[in-house]
């Protein structure tokens, strides 16, 4: 069975640094593209970040220019560098990917979340 596991989060001041981290483990035949979401309290999960299979980054919103988003495919791990932190990023970060298993096709994966919170 294919799972998604984030660490990482935490309490910082604004103007600081976390880096995220998510772990897919289980039978896996090939990760494709894979997500950093976000849901703060009240508010619609939105996409923070993606990278392809390829490499290929993609940022949204306030992430770009702070934000960066790599994956190592060996491990199949994915990280999220955040920099300069605001309190607006605080939120429940949520890592995503969309993986092929043997035997039981392509699907849309999730981790449970990390708390990010950002003090002013």
């Known amino acids: 069975q294919v799972q998604l596991q984030e660490s990482g989060g935490g309490l910082v001041q604004a103007g600081g640094s976390l880096s995220l981290s998510c772990a897919a483990s289980?039978?896996?035949?090939?990760?494709?593209?894979m997500s950093w979401y976000r849901q703060a309290p009240g508010r619609e999960r939105e996409q923070v970040a993606r990278v392809t299979g390829g490499g290929t980054a993609d940022y949204y919103g306030s992430a770009e220019g702070r934000f960066t988003i790599s994956r190592d495919n060996v491990k199949n791990t994915l990280t999220l560098q955040m920099n300069s932190l605001k309190p607006e990023d605080t939120a429940i970060y949520y890592c995503?990917?969309?993986?092929?298993?043997?035997?039981?096709?392509?699907?849309?994966?999730w981790g449970q979340g990390t708390q990010v919170t950002v003090s002013s």
């Open positions: 995503y990917a969309r993986i092929t298993a043997p035997n039981s096709g392509t699907h849309d994966y």
């Open positions: 289980g039978s896996i035949f090939r990760v494709g593209t």
